[in-house]
C-alpha cells in the first residue's frame, strides 16, 4: 500500500520550468483541469522569494490553459503570497502535506474530481505522497535551481527516490 502511495503518476526527470503542458492536457484516462503546485523547490529556487523567469513563464502559459493553486508547507504568507499576487493565484500556506485536509479544501474548491487535477511537486513524501492519497493525478518533477534548471545539490529526492524503491515504490530517476 504505501509503495504505491510513494509511486507518482509521472515522474518527469525536469523542473517545473520545462515541463511539458500537452502530456497532461492529452491523457487518455481524461485531460487534466487543473494544477496544484508545491512552491519551494518546484517554483522558487531554495532560500528565494523571486521566480526564476523560465518558471514565471510556464506559470503564465499553464495558467492561460486552466486553474493553477499554489499549495505550501511553508508558513510563510508573506513569502508564499508575493509569490502568488506576481501571477493573481489562490494560495495554502502551513498545508501540513502530506496530510489531507488543506489538499482536501482545495480539491473542494476547484469544483473538480481529483483525478481531473494534478498536483505537481519536487518531494515523494509529501507532494506526492498527499496527492496520492486523494487521488489526484501525482507529478514528480526535479527541484529548481536559480535559473530554472535542476537544483545540482540537493540531495533529498536522491534519497527519497532510493527510500521509496526500497519500499517497493515504482519510481524513475
Known sequence: MLASLLSPDWTAGTTLAHLPLQPLLERPQGPIRALVL?????LL??????????VEQWLRHAQSLMPLHLLSNN????RIGSVAA?????????AGKPRRAALRRVVA??????AQIALVGDRL????L??????????LVRPIGPNGDPCPHDQV???????????GALVEG
Not at 508558513?75 to 508573506?78: A, G, H, I, M
Not at 506576481?86 to 502551513?94: E, M, Y
Request: charged residues 20%; neutral net charge.
Open 38 to 42: 508545491d512552491v519551494d523547490l518546484t
Open 45 to 54: 529556487p531554495h532560500r528565494s522569494a523571486t521566480l526564476p523567469p523560465s
Open 75 to 78: 508558513p510563510s504568507r508573506r
Open 86 to 94: 506576481q501571477l493573481g493565484l489562490p494560495f495554502t500556506t502551513s
Open 109 to 114: 474548491d476547484l469544483g473538480l474530481e481529483p
Open 125 to 128: 513524501f509529501t507532494d506526492v
Open 130 to 139: 498527499a496527492g496520492n492519497r486523494l487521488g489526484l493525478f501525482t507529478v
Open 157 to 167: 529526492q536522491s534519497l527519497e527516490i532510493r527510500m521509496s524503491r526500497w519500499l
